[in-house]
């Protein structure tokens, strides 16, 4: 039913946006199939845009907080699981969907170990940085004066720790942005010359082994 958003039909469409808004109502039945709906559509849908448009959708369905809380836990999950670059990439996007609160943010920086090895790709840490950001502008619930600006105070506390960590996994630049990630070295290629050489060369230490 998913995939039924790509349909070229309007109508269909729109039967498939209701579907999943009646889905949202139903207890927690969006909220526990919504990261298996992401892996179905990271496999079948080739337009990430379209596929992201999708679950940016879905994913503002959702206001439990602790259904957010734990959606934060169950995708920064599936960077370890997956070596594609692409869904780390669409999981990272995804994470910046997320109606954030203090408890939803601090499971991303608890769950840095499982994007730690990935956050140099650009794209990856722009996700990050788009998340922080974000959260920063966010505005505290609704109460005192002093609360709110305690609140404001604690967005960006959390904010500094989890730039902090990823600071930790690379040297920042003078003007304090990321550098692009290291090109991988590639081993050169021997020439045929290089391997008749290299041939000759155990010939050689051979034959003066046999005189001795």
């Known amino acids: 039913m998913a995939t039924a958003f790509l349909d070229e039909n309007e109508e269909i469409r729109s039967m498939c946006r209701t579907f999943f808004t009646k889905l ?19 496999t079948v849908v080739q337009e990430d845009a379209k596929m992201l448009e999708f679950m940016n959708f879905l994913f503002e369905l959702i206001d439990n907080a602790k259904h957010l809380e734990s959606l934060v836990d169950r995708f920064c999950g599936r960077f370890k699981v997956t070596e594609d670059l692409r869904q780390q990439r669409n999981i990272a996007s995804c994470l910046t969907f997320i109606k954030y609160n203090d408890r939803s943010f601090k499971k ?19 996700s990050f940085k788009v998340v922080m950001q974000n959260f920063s502008k966010q505005q505290p619930g609704p109460g005192a004066a002093g609360a709110a600006q305690a609140g404001k105070a604690n967005h960006k ?11 930790s ?14 090109v991988p070295r590639q081993k050169k290629k021997r020439t045929g010359g290089q391997r008749k050489k290299r041939k000759q060369k155990r010939s050689t230490d051979s034959s003066d082994e046999d005189s001795d």
């Open 24 to 42: 949202a109502h139903k207890e927690n039945n969006l909220y526990n199939a919504l990261p298996d709906v992401f892996n179905h559509l990271s």
């Open 108 to 126: 991303l920086i608890d769950n840095f170990p499982n994007y730690r090895h990935i956050i140099q790709d650009e794209e990856i840490y722009n």
């Open 157 to 167: 506390q959390l904010v500094t720790e989890l730039e902090d960590l990823i600071k």
């Open 169 to 182: 996994v690379f040297e920042m630049d003078e003007n304090n942005q990321m550098p692009p990630p290291p």
